[in-house]
Nanobody, 119 residues
Framework: QVQLVESGGELVQAGGSLRVSCAASGRIFNIHRMGWFRQAPGKEREWVAA????????YYADSVKGRFTASRDNAKNTGYLQMNSLKPEDTAVYYC????????????WGQGTQVTVSS
């Protein structure tokens, strides 16, 4: 089993930056990819970004491409989502999740961290 603990969410002004973290513990060797998702009030959860745990390849939703950067520190077993040029519409609970294989599903989730962007 893998456990995920998120941190770093807070209130930030539009145009500002924020980095959220996702610390993984347990069976780290099982992680194939870490994904980032968000859910705004009254909306469905949406995929935001993902990073390959082995080679660091990254993938982004069009809505955040060029503004958000996913990274990971294998030595610390931690993933990061750097968010720049934040907009009020980025306000949401942000979740990290992992999957164990390329064609698997995200089956382990963090508890979520609130990011609020004020206008």
């Amino acid at each position: 089993q893998v456990q995920l603990v998120e941190s770093g969410g807070e209130l930030v002004q539009a145009g500002g930056s924020l980095r959220v973290s996702c610390a993984a513990s347990g069976r780290i060797f099982n992680i194939h990819r870490m994904g980032w998702f968000r859910q705004a009030p009254g909306k469905e959860r949406e995929w935001v970004a993902a990073i390959s745990w082995s080679d660091g390849s990254t993938y982004y939703a069009d809505s955040v491409k060029g503004r958000f950067t996913a990274s990971r520190d294998n030595a610390k077993n931690t993933g990061y989502l750097q968010m720049n040029s934040l907009k009020p519409e980025d306000t949401a609970v942000y979740y990290c999740a992992v999957k164990r294989s390329r064609f698997g599903t995200y089956d382990t989730w963090g508890q979520g961290t609130q990011v609020t962007v004020s206008s």
